[in-house]
């Protein structure tokens, strides 16, 4: 093994002893604490020395709110004067030395999340703490007290007094405030059925085209193009596609359709890099940690304002033994926290349970969960009219009731063009309410 530095040195320790710590959340609220007044504010507004593991990162702490305190309340903390404070403390070399101030300050946190970082500090601290107290007592009731009920008395006040900083309060708005924002003009991705921060859930059998439905919502409201009025035009939107399932050569195949539709449609105003694609077909997991990086960097790097995802069962793993309600449950979670985060409306696909003959409910499959999450639960059937077999013909259903009236169609029908086409109750007034609710472009 070769040198270890003193910050090696003290990672390296706690993995040994598997002690509660976060040492990159504490060199990084340090660092930026030497960047900025408002991080050190952030900072101090939560944490004491006392709560750094290392009590190198405690001192450092302790001297930038000692340079802090004279003079330097509007910039940038002078690392010299905080490396001269730490030497005349005796504890510089415990911190590493002057190089290591340097290092800390290249590791700065961005000032917008110092105070998360900060509270994960808080949080490892009141951890050790609690380990400390729990430590005494097991000891103590080895040591068989005399008088148990004042042991435990004490327990419980040792305990009790391990806490948390607060937290800032959440907005709440009085309600009549509240309703004036909900009568300002909604934030349509797709005008006027998909607002900003929706859910759908698409259920329907194998190869009813669902795929491609979401393939045509994707690149058309990419272009402007409304995917459900194809002649009308909407303020273009960024949209993620991301299939999880289809051969690459089949998405071309509609893709290229739908692209070259398009490009002669919107003419000038054709461009690609608003409309972008994730291809998996072996399916991702976003249980898991690195998948569901993956999926927050996809959409870091996309910027979507919509995406569409599918089939839904590709998109995580049960656990041997867990239920069902279980991993939708955790997956809901993640799925509402990439969209809140990123500000995008949500399709996906999903495939419909098996029937008997003749009969094949259109629901979500698997865990009720799917029931209850979506605003809006669009279901294809094979329309009555249509050929045996045929699947150019669609009624367009829904599995649950809808949480807000939008003019969905009735029935789809596959089209030369992008290539479905769309049918409504009232063709003439859904297409009007389609043009009214859309900005002005």
Not at 37 to 59: K, M
Not at 95 to 103: H, R
Not at 174 to 201: H, K, N, S
Not at 219 to 236: D, L, M
Request: glycine share 8%.
């Amino acid at each position: 093994m070769g040198d270890i530095t003193p910050i090696d040195q003290a990672a390296e320790d706690r993995s040994r002893r598997n002690v509660p710590a976060d040492l990159d959340a504490e060199r990084a609220v340090l660092g930026a604490m030497l960047i900025g007044v408002e991080s050190r504010n952030r900072a101090a507004a939560v944490l004491t020395a006392a709560e750094f593991y290392r009590p190198a990162h405690g001192h450092l702490f302790d001297a930038i709110l000692a340079v802090h305190g004279s003079g330097a309340e509007h910039g940038p903390v002078d690392a010299r004067g905080v490396a001269d404070v730490l030497r005349r403390r005796g504890q510089i070399e415990g911190l590493g030395g002057d190089a290591a101030l340097n290092t800390i300050i290249t590791l700065a946190a961005p000032s917008s999340t110092v105070a998360r970082h900060a509270r994960t500090i808080s949080e490892m601290a009141a951890l050790r703490r609690m380990i400390g107290a729990c430590s005494d007592a097991i000891h103590g009731a080895y040591g068989l007290p005399g008088d148990v009920a004042a042991f435990l008395d004490g327990v419980t006040a040792a305990t009790a007094q391990i806490d948390l900083p607060s937290v800032d309060p959440p907005d709440i708005p009085t309600f009549d405030a509240f309703a004036d924002a909900a009568l300002e003009r909604p934030d349509w991705v797709v005008p006027p059925l998909l607002e900003r921060g929706d859910r759908a859930i698409v259920v329907a059998g194998e190869g009813m085209g669902k795929g491609v439905l979401l393939r045509q919502i994707a690149i058309a409201a990419a272009q402007g193009v409304n995917p459900f009025w194809t002649t009308t035009r909407i303020p273009p939107v960024r949209s993620l596609l991301i299939d999880l399932e289809n051969p690459a050569s089949i998405i071309r195949k509609t893709a290229d359709q739908m692209l070259a539709k398009a490009i002669t449609q919107v003419r000038g105003d054709y461009d690609p890099d608003r409309a972008r694609i994730w291809h998996e077909p072996s399916g991702i997991d976003l249980r898991s940690r690195a998948d569901f990086a993956r999926f927050d960097a996809a959409c870091a790097a996309a910027r979507p304002d919509l995406v569409c995802v599918g089939p839904l069962y590709k998109m995580f793993r049960k656990q041997r033994g867990e239920s069902d309600e279980d991993a939708a449950l955790d997956v809901t979670s993640r799925l509402d926290d990439l969209r809140t985060r990123h500000g995008f409306a949500l399709v996906i696909e999903h495939h419909a349970p098996k029937g008997g003959p003749g009969h094949r409910e259109m629901t979500p499959f698997g865990s009720a969960v799917w029931m209850r999450w979506p605003e809006f639960g669009p279901a294809l059937y094979p329309h009555p009219k249509a050929a045996p077999g045929s699947r150019k013909h669609l009624l367009w259903g829904h599995w649950r009731g809808p949480r807000d009236v939008r003019p969905w169609p009735v029935e789809m029908m596959w089209d030369s063009g992008w290539p479905w086409t769309f049918k409504f109750d009232d063709d003439d007034a859904a297409e009007h309410r389609a043009v009214d609710a859309q900005e002005t472009f």
